[in-house]
């Protein structure tokens, strides 16, 4: 069974939790986490039950379809799937697939060269159009024309070509869009963060950093350049999936949230899914106050600001929930310089919840009278993607009577703010502070601070409970109703008291793109003055108006996005099934004989066709094929001078003598070597094909859309193409496989003994999506290779690992050879 979650954290945390319960009832409990090695994984996946998070079991699957033995995967069969969250993970991810990819060529000067004119560009509002609802940005003619001329006086161009669409600058274009979307469409710290000079993608779901998540295409160094840091090689997809697809692999699917009633219909075309409302444990006492919309920004932050301050000092702990980090942060900045008027009087003494020094020393006056008292700054705690090593504590201390807690979306799911404090987190801080100060701990030391903490978690509950209960504030509404449902979930829990509200602007990205000028319409009707908020029915509708509108594209592109990879999918389950097949083998000689005869016959077709005469037989190219296709010198124009030969007695005089040579090479290599050398060949070629397969793939998907203009479906259209493109890649695989068994050449001299050259460090194989480095020597086992035992290493041995040793450098052995030229020649 896998249980799926959205993040480590609480993978971790259930894991540990209901392992308790597992363990004692016989079952194994394992979990999968970003940075588990192979083994750790494997050991996690043979477990009864696994939690991990629906990234790590995706792209354990696509690596598992890129490994080159069996003993290599990590992962069972996919029975039964339990997700956590379940409308965050199969809904909202569902928007983009999941990509390992593998580094290209390295254009780093040509993304700095491209941003600096596009930088210069943008400055002109007229030179580009900007479309923030459909995400897109494109010149303008005009913009077109200036770019043009630039690249021509810089001598961007390819040679002989002189415009911009000119099919050789075809590289050229794509370089500038990319850099014209991340210098528009893209925000810093809204979108990404820079943490130790990379550029970390922000989950706009969540809040939180999606570490080892780029964007395709060259977008992500487009933004690289943007931001000035290290540009990071551009990437190529060796495999990739949907999220939808992913977990249809599952023979049974299940999943609980709390907001999925929305999406019922969602669930029940795409996974066959059926939604069902279970009642809360206890009743919801929860307070749910209409929203208040200011006419800017500034006026609903300042309006953010009082509230805040009346929480606090009240003692009624409140999360306030932002959009984005920049959205978090300049919240952040306000709390600590706002200055608020509070009363305090002699008596009785003033117990300040934020422990306002100033506040206390009025209190100890010695008047019995009223004093008001002028406070700068609010306390408060920042939750978001910078701080999220800090999460478990800050969530710990939310629920604390007057606490100012300000998070992202990461705080809307899985998030437990317990009234008074956890008691789990503040203990486990206790003991940590013991063991820093070298303090013992003892299980009668640990019970007495438990019980302590106990009665002053109680206390600090009743407190908060009597101010309100968690008060939950929403500076923004989000693009689905779903995650505001979230964010207001997050109070009111288990029958607790809590209220929750939403203060808007009509400079709100939602309300701005999507309803700006019919809202701003109805507060000019309303009269509203600066600083004034307004609250009516109509203005609710138009906010669900505009979300509805915003779920609706969401779906589309989800259903859309579908379409086009249930195209993908089925070719997607044919060849990662066909490479089961033939990492499972230990024969394949059988398959590799059917290789030879099928490209035979295709030669044969294609030179020789069967309705045409002999004078229309193409010898001169058939001749040429077959020898470097089969390494065969063979009579072909004494075969066809002769009197009544068929093109069928020819066909079967090519296979006779490309069988006769390939037992001659069985014989001459040997069974087992040539066994493997098949297996590893055929392995390598189908990775290289689907590889280029999924470019051809990505490229027409970007294109074909245009059909539409021909009066013709393009999903239709798309489904003939792949299916053409596929017809060639099953035909390529046979021609590689047949040409490089036949006519690679072996030698079995052993290299003269020479010193060893220094190693560099080389890249692991990319299929594994790591980025890792190695030495080929290292993957030996220990002690297999000592002194000039290196030198002598005989060239019919292939040590694991040197397969990826670059076809024209030095060999590892120390020949001095290149690799192709010696243990290359293996591959």
């Given at each position: 069974v896998h249980v799926i979650t959205v993040n480590d954290y609480l993978a971790r945390r259930e894991a540990e939790w209901m392992g308790r319960v597992y363990r004692f009832l016989g079952m194994e409990v394992g979990v999968i986490v970003n940075g588990l090695s192979s083994g750790q994984r494997q050991a996690a996946y043979a477990a009864d039950i696994t939690y991990g998070t629906n990234n790590e079991f995706g792209f354990d699957y696509l690596r598992d379809n890129l490994v080159y033995d069996r003993r290599e995967m990590v992962q069972r069969p996919h029975h039964f799937a339990i997700v956590d969250?379940?409308?965050?993970?199969?809904?909202?991810?569902?928007?983009?697939?999941?990509?390992?990819?593998?580094?290209?060529?390295?254009?780093?000067?040509?993304?700095?060269?491209?941003?600096?004119?596009?930088?210069?560009l943008i400055q002109d509002k007229t030179t580009y159009d900007l479309d923030e609802k459909q995400r897109q940005a494109l010149l303008t003619e005009e913009g077109?024309?200036?770019?043009?001329?630039?690249?021509?006086?810089?001598?961007?161009?390819?040679?002989?070509?002189?415009?911009?669409?000119?099919?050789?600058?075809?590289?050229?274009?794509?370089?500038?869009?990319?850099?014209?979307?991340?210098?528009?469409?893209?925000?810093r710290d809204k979108d990404y963060i820079i943490k130790d000079g990379e550029v970390m993608l922000?989950?706009?779901?969540?809040?939180?950093?999606?570490?080892?998540?780029?964007?395709?295409?060259?977008?992500?160094?487009?933004?690289?350049?943007?931001?000035?840091?290290?540009?990071?090689?551009?990437?190529?997809?060796?495999?990739?999936?949907?999220?939808?697809?992913?977990?249809r692999l599952y023979e049974k699917l299940s999943g609980m949230t709390g907001t999925a009633a929305t999406e019922a219909q969602e669930f029940l075309d795409i996974y066959k899914m059926d939604v069902l409302e279970v009642p809360t444990n206890r009743p919801?006492?929860?307070?749910?106050?209409?929203?208040?919309?200011?006419?800017?920004?500034?006026?609903?932050?300042?309006?953010?600001?009082?509230?805040?301050?009346?929480?606090?000092?009240?003692?009624?702990?409140?999360?306030?929930?932002?959009?984005?980090?920049?959205?978090?942060?300049?919240?952040?900045?306000?709390?600590?310089?706002?200055?608020?008027?509070?009363?305090?009087?002699?008596?009785?003494?003033?117990?300040?919840?934020?422990?306002?020094?100033?506040?206390?020393?009025?209190?100890?006056?010695?008047?019995?009278?009223?004093?008001?008292?002028?406070?700068?700054?609010?306390?408060?705690?920042?939750?978001?993607?910078?701080?999220?090593?800090?999460?478990?504590y800050i969530v710990a201390d939310a629920g604390l009577p007057g606490a100012v807690t300000i998070a992202?979306?990461?705080?809307?799911?899985?998030?437990?703010?317990?009234?008074?404090?956890?008691?789990?987190?503040?203990?486990?801080?206790?003991?940590?502070?013991?063991?820093n100060m070298a303090q013992e701990i003892t299980p009668e030391l640990e019970a007495e601070e438990e019980a302590r903490?106990?009665?002053?978690?109680?206390?600090?509950?009743?407190?908060?409970?009597?101010?309100?209960?968690?008060?939950?504030?929403?500076?923004?509404?989000?693009?689905?109703?779903?995650i505001d449902n979230q964010l207001r979930g997050r109070t009111g829990r288990q029958g607790d008291p809590g209220t929750s509200k939403f203060f808007l602007s009509c400079e709100d990205d939602l309300l701005r793109i999507f309803a700006g000028d019919r809202l701003d319409g109805i507060m000019r009707s309303f009269g509203v003055a600066e600083g004034e908020a307004i609250s009516h029915p109509w203005l609710n509708r138009a906010v669900e108006t505009a979300q509805k509108r915003v779920e609706t594209r969401n779906y589309d592109i989800r259903k859309n996005l579908l379409k086009y990879d249930d195209v993908v999918n089925d070719q997607r389950k044919a060849v990662f099934e066909q490479r089961q097949e033939f990492m499972d083998s230990t024969d394949l000689s059988e398959l590799v004989g059917e290789f030879r005869q099928d490209?035979?016959?295709?030669?044969?077709?294609?030179?020789?066709?069967?309705?045409?005469?002999?004078?229309?037989?193409?010898?001169?190219?058939?001749?040429?094929?077959?020898?470097?296709?089969?390494?065969?010198?063979?009579?072909?124009?004494?075969?066809?001078?002769?009197?009544?030969?068929?093109?069928?007695?020819?066909?079967?005089?090519?296979?006779?003598?490309?069988?006769?040579?390939?037992?001659?090479?069985?014989?001459?290599?040997?069974?087992?070597?040539?066994?493997?050398?098949?297996?590893?060949?055929?392995?390598?070629m189908i990775d290289m094909q689907w590889r280029e397969h999924l470019v051809h793939l990505d490229h027409l998907r970007g294109v074909i859309g245009l059909r539409g203009y021909g009066q013709r479906d393009p999903l239709n259209e798309y489904k003939t193409e792949a299916f053409n493109l596929f017809e060639t890649l099953l035909y390529e695989?046979?021609?590689?496989?047949?040409?490089?068994?036949?006519?690679?050449?072996?030698?079995?001299?052993?290299?003269?003994?020479?010193?060893?050259?220094?190693?560099?460090?080389?890249?692991?194989?990319p299929g594994t999506g790591e980025n890792e480095m190695a030495n080929p020597l290292a993957q030996l086992p220990e002690g297999a290779l000592e002194g000039d035992d290196r030198a002598r290493l005989p060239v019919d041995v292939l040590p694991v690992g040197w397969e990826r040793t670059p076809r024209n450098s030095n060999c590892p052995c120390g020949s001095g050879r290149k690799f192709k030229h010696c243990h290359g020649s293996l591959i």
């Open positions: 969250e379940v409308d965050s993970i199969l809904v909202d991810e569902a928007r983009t697939p999941l990509i390992i990819s593998g580094p290209t060529e390295d254009r780093s000067d040509l993304y700095l060269i491209v941003d600096g004119i596009i930088k210069d077109s024309e200036k770019i043009e001329e630039i690249m021509e006086q810089r001598e961007l161009f390819a040679a002989d070509t002189t415009g911009l669409y000119d099919a050789a600058n075809i590289t050229l274009v794509h370089h500038i869009n990319q850099a014209l979307r991340a210098n528009t469409l893209y925000q922000i989950d706009e779901f969540t809040g939180r950093m999606m570490t080892g998540r780029r964007l395709s295409e060259g977008l992500h160094q487009a933004i690289e350049a943007k931001e000035g840091v290290k540009i990071q090689p551009e990437n190529q997809t060796l495999a990739s999936v949907t999220i939808q697809n992913y977990f919801v006492k929860r307070i749910d106050h209409d929203d208040e919309i200011f006419r800017t920004s500034a006026e609903k932050n300042l309006a953010i600001a009082a509230l805040i301050a009346d929480c606090h000092l009240r003692g009624q702990p409140i999360l306030v929930g932002t959009v984005s980090i920049e959205k978090s942060e300049t919240l952040s900045e306000l709390l600590k310089t706002y200055e608020h008027k509070v009363e305090v009087s002699r008596t009785p003494k003033p117990e300040f919840a934020g422990k306002d020094k100033e506040a206390a020393k009025i209190g100890d006056a010695a008047y019995d009278i009223q004093y008001e008292v002028l406070l700068r700054g609010i306390p408060h705690s920042v939750l978001n993607a910078r701080q999220h090593e800090q999460e478990a992202t979306n990461m705080a809307g799911r899985g998030t437990d703010i317990q009234l008074g404090g956890n008691l789990e987190m503040r203990l486990q801080k206790w003991r940590q502070d013991r063991r903490l106990k009665a002053d978690i109680a206390v600090q509950k009743q407190t908060s409970l009597a101010a309100g209960g968690l008060f939950v504030l929403g500076t923004e509404r989000h693009e689905s109703r779903r490209v035979i016959t295709d030669l044969i077709e294609k030179h020789m066709p069967p309705k045409a005469y002999a004078e229309q037989w193409d010898i001169d190219g058939l001749n040429e094929k077959v020898k470097s296709t089969l390494g065969l010198d063979l009579p072909l124009h004494d075969w066809a001078a002769e009197e009544g030969v068929s093109n069928e007695e020819i066909e079967e005089r090519v296979v006779a003598a490309a069988d006769a040579r390939a037992a001659e090479r069985l014989e001459q290599i040997g069974a087992e070597q040539t066994r493997g050398l098949e297996k590893q060949f055929l392995l390598q695989l046979r021609h590689n496989v047949t040409r490089w068994l036949m006519t690679v050449e072996f030698r079995f001299e052993a290299p003269p003994a020479m010193d060893l050259p220094e190693f560099k460090e080389i890249h692991l194989n």
